[in-house]
């Protein structure tokens, strides 16, 4: 079992859907947990950043961490065309182990 | 966020020649550098820790001597791509801790390397 689990997609949806992206772990260690947006040929963009269990809202965007379930959301409400591209999850154990464990990554596509 | 600038974006080299990658914190001191390389469709794999003043940290499986990096500055590392080959193209992406005591990193532009 991979240390994190993404689902590649595609995910195709319409502007104005509400996206919902999503991340397994079995680390259990894991303590901070981010969200970054790559754009084709770009470095990631850090989109959120959270600590432990819990909601954190940023305009359309909503990290959620479930730790008990090992599970991580991603929600993007009334997604735009400009919010196309791929969505990777991270995280780490922290303290003296600061590497961040990626997912593979979802490919979101919005259409007009 | 914190910016991270990267450079080239983009360079093609014949085999066998050796190519510079720059990642540099332009608004940030970045005690710790990271590296990665990403293939298409896959995601990011680490390569190894940078600590300015000292030596890199590799991880298993990466040239140290393909893949030298050097990190002599609070604002500056680089990693140089020693006599490249065509299995070496691939992206590059360094990325850098805000602070020692954080994990929130922040990525690099990216460089696409392709070696002819």
């Known amino acids: 079992q991979k240390e994190v689990e993404q689902d590649p997609g595609p995910l195709s949806v319409p502007e104005g859907a509400i996206v919902s992206l999503n991340c397994t772990y079995s680390?259990?260690?894991?303590?901070?947990f981010m969200w970054y947006r790559q754009y084709s040929r770009k470095g990631p963009e850090l989109l959120m950043y959270?600590?432990?269990?819990g909601n954190k809202e940023d305009g359309r965007f909503t990290a959620q961490v479930d730790k008990s379930s090992k599970y991580i959301s991603l929600f993007i409400r009334d997604s735009q065309p400009s919010d196309s591209a791929t969505y990777l999850c991270?995280?780490?154990?922290?303290?003296?182990?600061?590497?961040?464990?990626f997912g593979k990554g979802t490919l979101l596509t919005v259409n007009p | 966020g914190a910016v991270v600038s990267q450079h080239p974006s983009r360079v093609i080299c014949k085999s066998g020649t050796s190519v510079k990658i720059e990642c540099r914190s332009l608004?940030?001191?970045?005690?710790?550098m990271f590296w990665y390389r990403q293939f298409p469709k896959q995601s990011l794999m680490l390569m190894a820790t940078?600590?300015?003043?000292?030596?890199?940290?590799?991880e298993q499986g990466v040239e140290k001597d393909k893949f030298l990096i050097n990190h002599a500055s609070l604002t500056l590392s680089t990693l140089t791509v020693a006599s490249a080959h065509p299995e070496d193209s691939s992206f590059y992406i360094c990325?850098?801790?805000?602070?020692?005591?954080?994990?929130?990193?922040?990525f690099g532009q990216g460089t696409r390397l392709t070696v002819v």
């Open positions: 940078s600590n300015e003043g000292s030596k890199a940290t590799y």
């Open positions: 990325s850098a801790r805000v602070s020692p005591g954080s994990t929130e990193a922040f």
């Open positions: 680390n259990s260690a894991f303590q901070y």
């Open positions: 608004d940030f001191q970045a005690t710790t």
């Open positions: 991270a995280m780490s154990e922290g303290g003296s182990n600061y590497k961040l464990t």
């Open positions: 959270t600590y432990s269990s």
